[in-house]
């Protein structure tokens, strides 16, 4: 099993702000087979990026995705209030399907 | 609209059963392989299972495998997942989520979930 470690747990940031998100694996993600999602209290996870740079429709250009083999980086540029919330990452190059722990962003 | 809407969660006692189910709408759902993927409260995200578009690909979490069992019925557009010898690490809501590119990798369409409790 692939184990994700994401870093760090916690990230107090300001709206404006720029940031990046790190997730790590325990062995190597083939082909980049990397996800991110976001999860807002409350509500259901939401995918913004697959292949480890490929943004899902409708996500703002401000999240980007970057990294290969076992690094892997979400940055958010111009933080936006409504971008605080958990970010997960989750690789699909191995089975079972496995998330990292999460890492929240907050004010 | 797409939607994925789960049901059939509750209490139960450790060592008992729960069916949960999952209606798609506003696509062709027979189109598409589902999982599960759970979330204890206050945690991460755990995938649990899932089934081919066609029903005749399986695959389980080993947490679970043994004790849970997914079906499909493409006719009427749902979706079940048989959970039995429940313990309290299932406690979690439960997500029935819809895979993007048919190679079972990763998940465009959540459900709002459904709450598992298993306590006595």
């Known amino acids: 099993e692939t184990v994700m470690t994401q870093f760090p747990a916690t990230l107090s940031v300001s709206a404006g702000e720029s940031i990046s998100l790190s997730c790590r694996a325990s062995q190597s993600v083939t082909d980049n087979y990397l996800a991110w999602y976001q999860q807002k209290p409350g509500q259901a996870p939401r995918l913004l990026i697959y292949d480890a740079s490929t943004r899902a429709t409708g996500v703002p250009a401000r999240f980007s995705g970057s990294g290969s083999g076992t690094e892997f980086t979400l940055t958010i540029t111009s933080l936006q209030s409504e971008d605080f919330a958990v970010y997960y990452c989750?690789?699909?190059?191995?089975?079972?399907?496995?998330f990292g722990q999460g890492t929240k962003l907050e004010i | 609209q797409v939607h994925l809407v789960e049901s059939g969660g509750g209490v139960v006692q450790p060592g008992g059963s729960l069916r949960l189910s999952c209606a798609a709408s506003?696509?062709?759902?027979?189109?598409?392989?589902i999982h599960w993927v759970r979330q204890a409260p206050g945690k991460g995200l755990e995938w649990v299972a899932l089934?081919?578009?066609?029903?005749?690909?399986?695959y389980f979490a080993d947490s679970v495998k043994g004790r849970f069992t997914i079906s499909r019925d493409n006719s009427k557009n749902t979706l079940s997942l048989q959970m039995s010898s429940l313990r309290s690490e299932d406690t979690a809501l439960y997500y029935c989520?819809?895979?993007?590119?048919?190679?079972?990798?990763?998940?465009?369409?959540w459900g709002q979930g459904t709450l598992v409790t298993v306590s006595s």
């Open positions: 506003g696509f062709t759902f027979s189109n598409y392989a």
């Open positions: 089934i081919s578009y066609d029903g005749t690909i399986e």
């Open positions: 989520v819809r895979d993007m590119t048919g190679s079972y990798d990763y998940f465009d369409l």
């Open positions: 989750q690789q699909y190059s191995d089975w079972p399907r496995t």
